[in-house]
């Protein structure tokens, strides 16, 4: 298995994940790939593996997370690293430390591993150019979450068997979310066709150049559709500022049954959580067969398990 | 397992039943959209217009009730694009009912009506409510327009899809400007995924501040705090950005200043979705007609001076101005005989609209056909209603008007609940013998009948 010990023919040149752009199809493919044996790995009884014994990971974030830090933490433990989790609350970052301040202290404790989120965008990539360790992106503000779009991809094609050629749909705030965008990236580079629906409000602006076909009504957007991304839609963005109300944003752009309908029949639904039932989503499509929400929480954990593995090749005396 | 059966509910009919097999005949027929104008009759069938033309001016066809017009004009019946009625809230200004009444007196086959009430209509069992009650006790048709932004505040969007679904023809803040840009653009860009329109009142609030009237001349020698004509200039020129900005549908509710008409054609020019509309009274009147104080021609915007009422007509001549409204604002005595600057703002016109802006033909200002078309055609197309028209098909929303008979504005003979108008004892020359709502006859002037 060639999440273990032993090398592979898979060389991932980059010394630090930082977002999808940038990655070769290839790259990704290599991870997606390493990723398919850590589900193996995942699925058996004795999940542990050695292959970043004695390294140290440090998951630092400065955005509460439950899901993604959970998932970094499990696939470290699972390669055996020794993982330490730092939440920086937004007392510390009163206290006037910057992100560089906090880095510098982290980097003298000598971690092999940081994986980082932050609010803004482009913290994470600022970050990495002051410290001598690997860094994953954990999500910087609305701008990438790449292990979130490997994830989504290995989902996809674990339940399609391809990429390429199919029409994905991702679907709401997508001018908030990091999410959207490493997913319409890598979707490009592997070859799908990307749409994204959302009010016009939550649309990022000349989204057509992103690389994604846009809508904004669910009905135009979801026709013929293989794959639907609902996104999160946040609490504040509801009640008039970016969309009227719930009831309103439910009743356009919630994915219900009668609006599935309209995608193909085979059509997986996905969202990267945490999911608003009854806000972006039906309770009822959530818990469809044709969901694939709790897959995507599995996907998670094998994804950050290749990432590791792929960055642990630049490790010192690797 | 069987399918559980539920029974269908049936459909009652409610409501009056549309005027069926009616032919008027001897009229003047009168399109202001094709710009036909010839001498002929006109059949209804349930309602909806069924034949025209010429063969109708004499006989009607067998089985049909016969109206002889009298050769006067037969026209598509008025929409009046900005009505202030009081219901719900202030029922004793005006009712849905009484300002139906009124309009059907002045030949305005649809109201749209703001929602400046109280309640604000800014929620979809509002405007079924309006709805309703219009249904129930309006003789003409009411559209209501709903509230673009909650309670009229001007900071959260309301829920346009919805309130559309619910039969809101386009969204407002009232008399209101939403003052805030950045909620303006997100409601103008959320409301083009509706193809919703947005009729925005043009005002900076902080500008006009405590004016009451029209900076200038006038307002220095009366003493009073003016308005800048530069306070609707400055709103409409940043709205003009933001329809640029999102694509939106854009209706200036009115303008009433030279430099805004400058700002409306410079943006068609650009292609912009926009447009705007003016009220008779800016039509017909200037500051000057203020003369003592008269409190009814305190209206928003301001009446302006003589050379912006000349560029006004000048606007509609060319088309760049598209609609004429009544701005009917009921006000009761109370709030009106006041000292001018506590009065509160207003003028009704619904029964006046349509002589008073007969005043600008009788001057050779401007020809029927376009004088006419602003006031049907047009507001209908923005509003994407079927009537305004004289098409086979569309709905027998007519009027029978008589052009040239002068008459004195009596106010105590308006069917206004309020009788705040500004056209107070004037003279006005030509009015509506007879409105036809969905083929039926709801006002004949002297019961002709």
Request: with cysteine.
């Amino acid at each position: 298995m060639s999440i273990a010990a032993a090398p592979t023919s898979f060389f991932f040149p980059h010394r630090h994940l930082l977002g999808i752009e940038g990655l070769t199809p290839a790259e990704i493919e290599g991870l997606l790939d390493l990723a398919d044996d850590a589900v193996e790995l995942s699925r058996q009884v004795s999940k542990k593996q050695d292959s970043l014994r004695g390294r140290t990971q440090i998951n630092l974030f400065f955005e509460a997370s439950t899901r993604t830090q959970s998932s970094f933490e499990l696939a470290g433990k699972r390669l055996g690293a020794d993982v330490m989790n730092m939440s920086v609350g937004s007392s510390s970052i009163k206290k006037g430390e910057t992100v560089i301040d906090t880095a510098m202290t982290l980097n003298a404790m000598r971690p092999d591993i940081l994986v980082v989120r932050h609010f803004a965008a482009g913290a994470v990539e600022l970050l990495s150019q002051k410290v001598s360790c690997s860094v994953i992106n954990a999500g910087d503000g609305s701008h990438e979450h790449p292990t979130q779009a490997l994830l989504d991809a290995l989902t996809i094609r674990r339940n399609k068997g391809r990429i390429a050629g199919l029409t994905v749909a991702i679907c709401g705030d997508v001018l908030h979310s990091r999410v959207a965008r490493s997913n319409i990236i890598l979707l490009n580079a592997l070859g799908a066709r990307v749409r994204i629906i959302a009010p016009s409000t939550l649309l990022p602006p000349f989204a057509e150049r992103l690389g994604a076909e846009v809508f904004t009504s669910m009905e135009d957007g979801l026709d013929g559709a293989d794959i639907i991304m609902m996104l999160r839609l946040q609490l504040e963005r509801m009640s008039g500022s970016f969309v009227p109300s719930v009831r309103e944003y439910f009743r356009f752009f919630g994915l219900d049954h009668d609006k599935l309908k309209l995608a193909k029949p085979d059509a997986l639904v996905m969202h990267p959580g945490p999911m608003n039932r009854g806000v972006e989503i039906d309770s009822a499509v959530a818990d469809d067969n044709r969901s694939v929400i709790s897959e995507q929480v599995e996907m998670g954990v094998a994804v950050r398990m290749a990432v590791l593995q792929a960055l642990a090749q630049h490790l010192p005396n690797q | 397992m069987t399918k559980p059966h539920l029974a269908k509910r049936k459909k009652k009919k409610i409501g009056s039943k549309p005027g069926d097999k009616i032919a008027l005949i001897n009229a003047r027929l009168l399109d202001p959209e094709s710009g036909l104008d010839e001498e002929g009759g006109l059949t209804i069938k349930k309602g909806k217009i069924a034949e025209m033309g010429p063969d109708l001016r004499r006989n009607a066809p067998d089985g049909f009730e016969v109206i002889d017009c009298g050769g006067h004009i037969l026209c598509p019946g008025l929409i009046d694009m900005l009505v202030y009625t009081g219901e719900p809230g202030f029922e004793h200004r005006e009712t849905l009912a009484t300002a139906s009444r009124a309009a059907a007196v002045g030949g305005v086959t649809t109201i749209i009506c703001m929602p400046d009430t109280d309640p604000v209509i800014d929620d979809m069992a509002l405007v079924d409510f309006v709805e309703r009650r219009a249904r129930d006790t309006a003789i003409v048709n009411v559209h209501p327009m709903a509230a673009a932004t909650r309670g009229l505040e001007g900071k959260e969007m309301t829920e346009i899809g919805l309130l559309q679904e619910a039969g809101a023809v386009a969204f407002t803040n009232g008399a209101s400007s939403v003052a805030n840009a950045r909620v303006m653009r997100r409601t103008l860009d959320y409301a083009k995924d509706f193809d919703a329109l947005i009729v925005h009142s043009i005002e900076d609030p902080e500008l006009a501040g405590s004016g009451v009237m029209n900076e200038g001349e006038v307002s220095s020698r009366l003493g009073m705090p003016g308005i800048p004509s530069s306070a609707e200039v400055i709103m409409l020129q940043r709205d003009m950005e933001l329809a640029e900005l999102t694509g939106a549908r854009y209706h200036a509710a009115q303008i009433s200043t030279a430099s805004s008409l400058r700002v409306i054609r410079r943006a068609k020019g650009q292609g912009l979705r926009v447009s705007c509309g003016i009220s008779v009274n800016h039509l017909t009147l200037n500051e000057n007609d203020i003369g003592p104080y008269r409190t009814f021609l305190k209206v928003r915007p301001p009446l302006r001076r003589e050379e912006d009422r000349l560029a006004m007509v000048e606007g509609l001549v060319s088309g760049d101005i598209d609609v004429i409204v009544s701005g009917h604002n009921p006000k009761d005595a109370d709030v009106k005989r006041r000292p001018f600057a506590e009065a509160e703002d207003g003028a009704i016109g619904l029964e006046t609209l349509l002589p008073a802006a007969l005043r600008l033909f009788h001057g050779g200002d401007i020809e029927l056909g376009p004088l006419l078309r602003a006031m049907t055609t047009k507001p209908a197309d923005l509003l994407g209603l079927p009537a305004g028209r004289l098409r086979k098909g569309a709905p027998a929303d007519l009027i029978v008007v008589d052009l040239e008979t002068p008459w004195v504005v009596d106010p105590e003979l308006l069917q206004s609940k309020s009788k705040n108008t500004p056209f107070d004892e004037s003279q006005l020359q030509g009015r509506v013998l007879r409105t036809l709502v969905n083929g039926n006859t709801v006002y004949t002037l002297n019961d002709q009948d």
